[in-house]
């Protein structure tokens, strides 16, 4: 198929000054040249990450004019001529850094939506190694596949990545958010007792009634909630584990919760602290393992999923 004359609306981000900084062009659909596809993109998902692109917060590399968003679902809708892996009207995601298939993330400087364009447009050409191919039996939708590309496989990674969580374990939740909540889901469905902490009782209320959160801390009116929620575990020993979205401003917290050897899985940047902890003092003091999930290796994650 040639798109030599076809044009597309694609949107890009003049200025890392606000989301209003989005506008609209009109350009070339591409050609896929022979190891690439062209995708037809049906779904997005925003992550907190592309706010941050958009406001200039983000603390990672972005190139001038990026297309924004890394999450999108789509359709093949042509391949290159190598391509023997995906055909036309396959159902794909694409990875989040289509050079990173599978261990640990290697750099910073190949996601989309950041230092290289991403999916904020109608078409895209990318190489055919990035998409993972959603099986047929799949009964998931567009958007619901669309959010498995940076927060479902962070998530997972964090989750089951280097140490993974086993069925009973109690595990901490900071927030509400994406990668909170597709953890709650799966650690729910794992077998885990899960505790959410929020800013906001109506969320807390809400994500007991709706996910089956067992137990819950509004974190604004109860700062020492570490402490809290070790309270909450058998025998007071402590949470197995903690998924920190706060960084920085809620590491003392998540270390503060954590049992002996527990495993506290850095996701985020949400909060900033007054004064940084001595983080290396408090992991020795709990024998802990901190360590950093990304969304490398989507294809094993949507195989589970
Ligand atoms: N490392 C990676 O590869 C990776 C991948 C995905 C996401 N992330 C990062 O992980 C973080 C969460 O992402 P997301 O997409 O889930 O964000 P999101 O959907 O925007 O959710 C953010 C939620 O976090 C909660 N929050 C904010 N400040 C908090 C604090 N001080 N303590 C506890 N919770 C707090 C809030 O929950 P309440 O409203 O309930 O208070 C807020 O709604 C972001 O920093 C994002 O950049 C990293």
């Known amino acids: 198929m040639s798109n030599d004359h076809a044009q597309q609306t694609v949107y890009r981000l003049a200025k890392q000054d606000s989301y209003k900084s989005i506008q609209p062009h009109t350009e070339p659909i591409p050609t896929p040249t022979k190891h690439e596809v062209l995708i037809k993109i049906k779904a997005l998902s925003l992550n907190y990450r592309d706010y941050a692109i958009a406001n200039g917060t983000y603390p990672f590399p972005?190139?001038?004019d990026v297309v924004p968003l890394s999450d999108c679902?789509?359709?093949?809708?042509d391949v290159?001529?190598?391509?023997?892996?995906?055909?036309?009207?396959?159902?794909v995601v694409v990875s989040f850094d289509p050079t990173n298939q599978y261990g640990p993330q290697r750099d910073w400087k190949h996601g989309h939506g950041g230092p290289v364009d991403g999916f904020l447009r109608e078409y895209a050409v990318?190489?055919?190694?990035?998409?993972?191919?959603?099986?047929?039996?799949?009964t998931l939708g567009w958007p619901q596949l669309a959010s498995l590309v940076c927060t479902g496989v962070t998530t997972w990674n964090a989750l089951f990545g280097p140490v993974a969580v086993k069925p009973g374990q109690v595990v901490l939740v900071q927030g509400t958010g994406g990668v909170s909540m597709t953890a709650l889901i799966l650690l729910k469905a794992f077998g885990c007792t899960v505790?959410?902490?929020s800013s906001s009782d109506d969320k807390l209320q809400f994500v007991k009634?709706?996910?089956?959160?067992d137990h819950v801390i509004n974190y604004r009116t109860t700062p020492a909630w570490g402490n809290a929620a070790?309270?909450?575990?058998?025998?007071?020993?402590?949470?197995?584990?903690?998924?920190?979205?706060?960084?920085?401003?809620?590491?003392?917290?998540?270390?503060?919760?954590?049992k002996m050897g527990g495993l506290v899985a850095i996701i985020g940047f949400l909060a900033k602290p007054d004064e940084m902890p001595d983080v290396a003092a408090l992991t020795l003091?709990?024998?802990?393992?901190?360590?950093v999930a990304s969304p490398s290796a989507p294809s094993n994650t949507s195989r589970n999923l």
């Open 195 to 197: 505790i959410v902490t």
């Open 80 to 91: 290159g001529s190598a391509v023997n892996t995906v055909q036309k009207g396959d159902k």
């Open 285 to 291: 003091a709990k024998g802990a393992i901190v360590f």
């Open 73 to 77: 679902s789509g359709e093949i809708i």
């Open 62 to 64: 972005v190139k001038p």
């Open 126 to 138: 990318v190489p055919a190694t990035a998409v993972v191919k959603i099986p047929d039996e799949s």
């Open 230 to 258: 070790v309270k909450l575990t058998p025998g007071g020993q402590g949470v197995d584990a903690v998924i920190d979205n706060g960084g920085a401003g809620t590491i003392e917290q998540s270390l503060e919760a954590i």
């Open 209 to 213: 009634e709706k996910y089956g959160a």
